[in-house]
C-alpha cells in the first residue's frame, strides 16, 4: 500500500518528493502535483483525495476491481479508466488491471490496485529528468497511455506467431493440448478485444471532446493513440476470427481423417470376417461334411481366402477408398 | 394484491402512509405522492389509475405479461417499462418480470405482477428516511432504476466464472449436463442480452430528450445508468459469444477424441483379426492339412502371432497414430 | 372474386353499402368511400380504380403475388403494401398474403387475393358502429396495420414456448423429427424476420414522412405500431439465433454421444478379440500342441481371460473412458 | 462484332437505321442517337467513340471482362457499368456479363461483350415504334435496367422453390449431389448478391446525384428500381443463409444418424462378440475339459446365449438406444 | 542499402540523377525532387530526412516492419502508408511490405525496407520520359497507388480460379492438402482483407481531405483508386466467405461419407458376426450334440447362412441404407 507525491514549481521543475503532506503545498499555490496511489486502504485513499472532490460515482468506478474503461469529463478535472497488462500478463493469459486518472492541467492522480508499468516508467523518467515533460499535465497523461498501449502490441504478435505454428501443426501432432490453446486463445482474445475497443472509444472521445481546454493534449499524439489501440482491436478482431478458423479448420481434418481410419476398419473387417467365416465353417464338427475328405480342398480354401483379399484390396483401390 | 401510499409535502417530507384514499388528498395540493400498485386486479388498479388519465395504449401495455422495455414522453408525465430480475431469478435463470414507472417531478406510480426488490428497498429506506430523496421524483426514479441495475450485475460474473470453469472442465469429464448447462447459458444470455440492449436505449431515450424538464434528471446520475445497461449488454455478449465457443470448441474436442479411439479400435482390429483367421484356419478339420502333422508349426504360428503384432504396433507407430 | 365499398357522408356516418355503383357518387360530392376489392379479375379491378388515377407501378406491385412491404407517398395519395397472415397461417407454416392500401383522408381502397382477417374485421365493426372511426381514414388505416401485426404476436410466443421444450428435449429423444422441426422453423423465421424488418421500415417512412398532410395518423398510434413490428422483428431473430443454437447444440450433443458408443464398441472389441483369438489358437488342431495335454491348462486359459477382462475394464475406468 | 446505330430527329422519331456513317450526322445537328457496340474489335471501338471524348478510366473499365457494377457522372455524360444475366445463365449459374452504358439526354451508348437481351429488347421495340420512349434518353436508360433486373426476379423465386424441395428431401435421399447443389448455390448466390448489392448502389446514386440533370430519370421509375434491386440482395442474402442453415442442418442429421448407426454397431458386436467367444472357449480342444463331457452343457450353453441376447436387447431398449 | 534521387527543373523537366547531394540544390530553389530511400541504415536516412522535419511519430512508423496503411496531414506535407505485394508474394503468400510516402506539390519522399515495384517501374519510366507526368506530384503519388493495387487484382482472380475448381473437386480426391490449402487462403484472406481495408479507407481520407491543396490529386484517378481498393476488399471478404463455405461443406460432404462408410461396416458385421457364432457353435467339441451326426445339418447350416446373408442384405436396401 503506497501514496506517493511529486510536486513541481510553476515553470514544471520538480521541487519536492513526498506523500500526502505536500498536498496542502499544492493546494494553495500555483504549483504542479503527480499524486499516485497503489492499492491504499479506502479511508487513507479518501483523506488523500478529500480535497480534489472527485465525484463519488467516478471514484467508486476506480475502486471496482473491474470497470470497463471510460472517460467522464467534470466541471474541474477528466477521469479516465483504462486496462493495463499486468506485471504477469502474458501470451497464455492477457490478465489486466485496472488504472484509473484524474486529471487536469494542474494535477494528475493515479489510482491502481496492483502495481502499474507505464506509473512507474515515467514516475522513474520524472525523478531523473527533475521536471515534467515539456507538454505538462497533457503530454504526461500521453506518455501513460503509450506506455499501457505498447505493451501490449509485441504480446499480438507472439500471438499472431503461436497462430501460423499452429497452423502448420494442426496437420501433423493435433493433440488435445492445441485445441486447449486455441480455445483459450479464442476466450482470451474476445476478453482483450472488448477491452481494446473500449479503450479506442476513450480516446475518441477525449478527441472530439478536446475543446474545452481542461486537459491540453497534442492532436497528432492523440491521432498516434487512437491508431494504436485501433489497431489492437483491429489485431485482436482478426486473430479471434484466425482462432475460429483454426478451431473450424480442425473439425474439418478431423472429420476427413475420421473417414479414412473408417475406412481402413471396414476393409479389414469386409476381408477378415467373411475369411474367419469360412474358416469356421471348416472347423465345424459336422459328421458328414464332404469337402473336408477331399485331398486338395485345404489348398482350394487357401487360394480362396488369398484370392478374396487380393480382389477385395483392388476394389477398393478402384473406388478411391484407399 | 397490494395498492399503497406514501404522501409527501411541498417539502419533500413524508406526511402520510396508507393506500387509495391519499389519492384524493394529492390531486388537490402541492403534495408529492408514490403510488405502488403489486398484481393488482384490473378493476381495483383502474379506479386507483382513473384521475392520472394514463395514455390507454402505455398502461396495456404496463399491464401485459410480457413487453419489451420502453420510454414514452406523454404531455404530463413520462412512461417507463423495464425488465427486473425476479426474487428467484438466479445464474440458471435470468426470470425477468415488467415494472413499470409513470412519472412526472411531482408524483411516481410503481406497476408489477410480482414483487419487486427495488421498490421494496427504496419504499423502506423512504418510511425510515421519512423524506423524498433530495433530487425528488428524478432522483427517487434513478434510484429504483440503479436498484434494477444493480442485482444483474453479479449475475452475470457469475455465468463468467462458471464459464471459465467450463471452459477448463471440457477436457477432462466433459459429460451431457456440461453440455446442457451451455446450451441453456446461451438461450439465457441471448435472452438476456435482448433485454438489456432496450433498456441501455431507454437510459439513452432518456438523456437524448432530457430537455423538456417532465422528470429531471442528473446528467452523471444518467451516464453512470447508461454505462451499467451498456456495460450488461455488451457482457451478455461477450458470454454468450465465449459460450458459443465453448459448444464449438465441445465439438472439435469431440471430433478430435472421435479419431483417436477410431485409430484404436481399427488397431486392435487390424492386429486381432487376421491372426484370429490365422487361428482358425489351423482349426478346420479338412483331413489333409500338411502343417498340421509338422512338429513346430505350433510354434512357428505363434512366433509369427507375436511377430505380426509387434510389427503392427511399430508401424501404427511410426505412422504417428498412437 | 369480390368488390365491396362503404359511403359515408361529411360527418363520417355510413350512408351506403354496396359495390362499384357508390363510386361515382363518391366521385362528385365530399364524401368517404372504403373500396375493398378481393382476388378481382384485372378487368373489373381496373374499371373500379380507373377514377383514382393510381401509379401503374404501383398497382402492378399491388397486384404480383409476392412483393415485399413498401410504402410509397404519390401527389394526392399513398400506397402501402403489407404481409399479412393468412387464415390458415400457423407456427409451422408462417404462410403470408399481401394485402394492398392506397389511401388519403377522403378514401381508402384495400386489394388482396386471400380474405383478409383483419380487413373483415373492422369492416365488420364500421357496419355495426355505422360510422367511420373517430380518426378518420388515418385510423382506420391505424387499425388495419394493427390487425395484421396483433395475429403475428401470439404465433411468436408459441414458436419460443416449442423452442424451450426442444431445448429441454434434445438430451433424451432427438429424434430426426425434432431436427426437421428445428430446420423447418430456421427457414420460416427468417423469412418472417426480413418481412417483419420490411414492414416495420415502411411504419418508419411513414413516421418521418408524416407531415405533408396526405394521411392523418395519431403519433402515438404510430410509435405503437413501430413498437410492435420493431419487437417482432427482433423476436423473429432472437427466435432464428437460438433454432441455430439448438441445430449446434444438436450437433455438439451428436459428436459426444458419439465419442461414448465408440468407446464402449472399442472396449468390447479391445477385451473379447483378443480372447477369442486365445480361444482359437488352443482351438486349432496341431497335432503336437504341448499345452493342451497339461491338465490344468483349461483352467488356466479360463483364469486368463477372467483376469484380462477385469483388468482391461480397471484400466478403462482409471482413464476415465467409462 | 456488331456496331449499329439508331437516328432520332429533334421529335425523336426514328429517322435513320445504320452503322458508324450515322454518327457524323448526330454531332452537327440536334438528333439523338443510340449507338450500339457488341464485342467490337478495340481500334474499331476507338474511331466509332473517338467524338465522344469517353474518360479513359470510365472505357477501359467498359472494356474490361469483369468490373463490379459502377456509376461516374463525367462533365457531358453519365457513365453506368451494370452486370447483365447472359443468354445461357440459370438457375445453376448466374453467369453474367458487363453492360456499360454512356449516356445523357442526347445520346446513349451501349456497349458489351456478349449478347444483351435488354438491348435487343428495346432496339427491337424501338425500330417498331419507330420512335424513343416520351421519356426520352432517360427513361431508355431506365428501360434497359429493367430490362436486367426483370430477367433476375424469376430465377431467384426458381432458387427458393428449389431449396424448400431440398429442405423436405434432405432427410431421406441425402446424396452427395445434393450437397453439391448446395455448395454451388451457397457460391452463386454470395457472388449474385454482391453484383446486386453493387447494383442497387448504383441506383442510390443515380438517386442521390440526380439534380444536375445530365440524364433526366422519372422520380418514380427510380424508386421502382432501386426495390428492385434491393429486393434481389435481400432475396440473394436470404437464400444464401437458407442454403447455409441447410449444409448446417445436413450436419446435424448425418450426426444424429451417425449415432443411430454406431448404436447398432456397437450392440451386434456387444452381444455376438462374447457368445462367439464362449464358442470358441469350448471348440478348444484341452483334453481335460469337464464341461465337454456332462451330457446337457451344449444346450445349456445355447440356453446361456439366447438368455444372453434377449438380455442385452431389452438392456438397450431400456437405454433408450433403440 | 540505397539511397537515390531525381531532380526536376520548375517545368519539370528530369535535369539531375543522382544521391543525398542533389538535397541541398533542392531545397534552395524552386526545383522538384523524388527521393527514394530503400532499406537504408538508420543514420544515413536520418541524415537524408534531416531538412525534410518530418513528424518524429510518423517517421517511426514507416521504419517499422509492419504497421497498418494510414494517411495524415501535417502543415507541409502528407504522410501515406501503403502495403505493397512483395515481388515474391504470389497465390499461396500474400507476402507484403511497408511503402511510406512523405509528398507535397514539390517534392517526394519513399521509403522502403525491400525493393518495390511500383517505384521502380515509375522511377524507370521518369528516367525514359526524363521529365515528372503532366499532373506533377500529385499524380506521380496516384501512379505509385495504382502500381500498388494493379498487382493485387491478377492474385486474386487467380484464387477466385482455384476455390472454384476445389468446389468442383472436394468431392472426389478431398486430401489433407486440400484442406491445407483451404485453411492457408483463409488466414491469407483474412489478413489481405484487413489491409485491403485500411488502405480503401486511406484513399477516402485523401478524397475527403482533397480541399486543402498539399498534394492536388485528379478526383477521377481518386475515385478509380478508390473503387479497386474497394473492389479488393470486397473480393476478399467474397472468396474468405466462399472459403469458409467449402470448409464448412467440406465437414458436410465427410459427415455424409462416414455415414456410408459405417453402414456398410455395420451390415458386414451384423451379416458375418453372427454366422461366425453359428459356425462357431457346430465346432464346440460337446461329446453330446445331437446336430452333429444328422447327416444333412451341415448343409442344412450353408443354406441358413446363405438366406440369412440374402435377408440381411435385402431387409437393408429397403430401409433405404445402400
Ligand atoms: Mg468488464
Ligand atoms: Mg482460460
Ligand atoms: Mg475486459
Ligand atoms: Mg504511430
Ligand atoms: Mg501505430
Ligand atoms: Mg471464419
Ligand atoms: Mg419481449
Ligand atoms: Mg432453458
Ligand atoms: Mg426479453
Ligand atoms: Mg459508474
Ligand atoms: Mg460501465
Ligand atoms: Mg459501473
Ligand atoms: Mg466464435
Ligand atoms: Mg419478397
Ligand atoms: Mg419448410
Ligand atoms: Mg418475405
Ligand atoms: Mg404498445
Ligand atoms: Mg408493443
Ligand atoms: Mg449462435
Ligand atoms: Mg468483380
Ligand atoms: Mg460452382
Ligand atoms: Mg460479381
Ligand atoms: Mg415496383
Ligand atoms: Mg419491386
Ligand atoms: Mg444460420
Ligand atoms: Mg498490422
Ligand atoms: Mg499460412
Ligand atoms: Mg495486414
Ligand atoms: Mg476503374
Ligand atoms: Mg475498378
Ligand atoms: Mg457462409
Given at each position: 500500500m503506497t501514496v506517493r507525491a511529486l510536486l513541481f514549481n510553476a515553470q514544471g521543475e520538480l521541487v519536492q518528493q513526498g506523500q500526502e503532506e505536500l498536498l496542502a503545498h499544492y493546494h494553495d499555490s500555483d504549483h504542479f502535483l503527480w499524486l499516485d496511489i497503489c492499492?491504499?486502504?479506502?479511508q487513507r485513499e479518501l483523506n488523500a483525495l478529500a480535497k480534489f472532490e472527485l465525484n463519488p460515482l467516478a471514484h467508486r468506478d476506480a475502486q471496482r476491481h473491474r470497470h470497463p474503461p471510460k472517460y467522464e469529463a467534470f466541471d474541474d478535472h477528466v477521469f479516465l479508466l483504462m486496462h493495463e497488462l499486468t506485471k504477469l500478463g502474458d501470451q497464455e493469459n492477457?490478465?489486466?488491471?485496472?488504472?484509473?486518472?484524474?486529471?487536469?492541467?494542474?494535477?494528475?492522480?493515479?489510482?491502481?490496485?496492483?502495481?502499474?508499468?507505464?506509473v512507474d516508467k515515467y514516475w522513474q523518467q520524472i525523478t531523473t529528468d527533475k521536471k515534467l515533460p515539456r507538454g505538462g499535465m497533457?503530454?504526461?497523461?500521453?506518455?501513460?497511455?503509450?506506455?499501457?498501449v505498447d505493451r501490449y502490441l509485441p504480446l499480438m504478435f507472439e500471438v499472431e506467431q503461436r497462430l501460423s505454428e499452429i497452423e502448420d501443426e494442426i496437420f501433423n501432432a493435433s493433440t488435445d493440448d492445441l485445441l486447449g490453446e486455441l480455445i483459450n486463445y479464442g476466450s482470451q482474445l474476445k476478453k482483450a478485444r472488448r477491452s481494446f475497443v473500449y479503450q479506442?472509444?476513450?480516446?475518441?472521445?477525449?478527441?472530439?471532446?478536446?475543446?474545452?481546454?481542461?486537459?491540453?493534449?497534442d492532436e497528432h499524439e492523440l491521432i498516434d493513440l487512437f491508431e494504436h489501440f485501433e489497431r489492437l482491436a483491429s489485431l485482436a478482431n482478426l486473430y479471434q476470427e484466425l482462432t475460429n478458423d483454426l478451431i473450424n479448420g480442425f473439425i474439418s481434418i478431423s472429420a476427413h481423417?475420421?473417414?479414412?481410419?473408417m475406412k481402413l476398419l471396414t476393409i479389414v473387417t469386409a476381408i477378415f470376417l467373411p475369411l474367419t467365416?469360412?474358416?469356421?465353417?471348416?472347423?465345424?464338427?459336422?459328421?458328414?461334411?464332404?469337402?473336408?475328405?477331399?485331398h486338395y480342398s485345404y489348398f482350394f480354401v487357401l487360394g480362396f481366402m488369398v484370392s478374396f483379399t487380393i480382389f477385395g484390396i483392388a476394389f477398393v483401390k478402384r473406388k478411391g477408398w484407399l
Open positions: 492499492g491504499a486502504e479506502s492477457f490478465s489486466r488491471h485496472q488504472l484509473a486518472i484524474f486529471s487536469n492541467n494542474s494535477h494528475i492522480i493515479t489510482r491502481h490496485d496492483l502495481a502499474s508499468e507505464a497533457g503530454q504526461l497523461c500521453y506518455q501513460l497511455l503509450r506506455g499501457i479506442k472509444e476513450v480516446i475518441e472521445e477525449i478527441m472530439n471532446s478536446h475543446e474545452h481546454q481542461l486537459l491540453a493534449f481423417r475420421a473417414n479414412h481410419i467365416l469360412v474358416a469356421g465353417i471348416y472347423g465345424m464338427n459336422f459328421q458328414h461334411m464332404p469337402e473336408l475328405s477331399w
